[in-house]
């Protein structure tokens, strides 16, 4: 199997995302790009630990993510994780939840990739809309495909609120 920090480095560089090797979080390496604007990260989570459910990864992913960024009110942050993980025991719905589908003042994850090597598998689920981070997650689903992992994706759609008005 390829290595998985070297998957993620290559899919994070054309969008211009720089190592934060200063950021010490234990089992996470992360890649931003900061500027006036825009606040965007990718996070590699690689402790093959088995989580307990949906929420146990989602808390991991933001505990982490709040402990290392600053989320400003003007720009937001935009994050993308990929989840190096014992086993995928979750649904598809459960991971869908993991995702969000409008702003989220603590940090918007705009995609999830969990990985388990030892199957080797790798289920990714993005939100609706086209984001800054998107090439990163196709990049990295592709990466992945040429490394042997087979590969599944889905789309967490618009919520009730976002979608246009029943018509009759």
């Not at 949906?54 to 505990?63: K, T």
């Not at 990049?139 to 590969?151: I, K, N």
């Amino acid at each position: 199997m390829a290595d998985l920090s070297s998957i993620i480095a290559s899919a994070v560089t054309p969008q211009a995302l720089r190592p934060r090797t200063d950021v010490r979080e234990a089992g996470w390496t992360f890649w931003e790009l900061r500027t006036l604007n825009m606040h965007r990260v990718v996070g590699l989570l690689q402790q093959r630990r088995q989580f307990a459910d949906a929420r146990d990864l989602e808390s991991s992913i933001r505990g982490a993510a709040a402990r290392s960024f600053k989320c400003s009110w003007w720009r937001g942050m935009g994050l993308g994780v990929v989840a190096q993980v014992a086993a995928i025991p979750l649904s598809v719905d459960d991971l869908k939840a993991l995702v969000d589908v409008r702003e989220n003042s603590k940090g918007t994850m705009q995609w999830v990739i969990l990985v388990a090597g030892d199957t080797p598998v790798a289920i990714g689920v993005h939100t609706w809309m086209e984001t800054y981070l998107s090439p990163v997650y196709r990049r990295s689903l592709q990466g992945l495909a040429e490394a042997g992992y087979r590969v599944s994706s889905v789309t967490r759609d618009k919520d009730g609120l976002q979608r246009p008005p029943c018509t009759h």
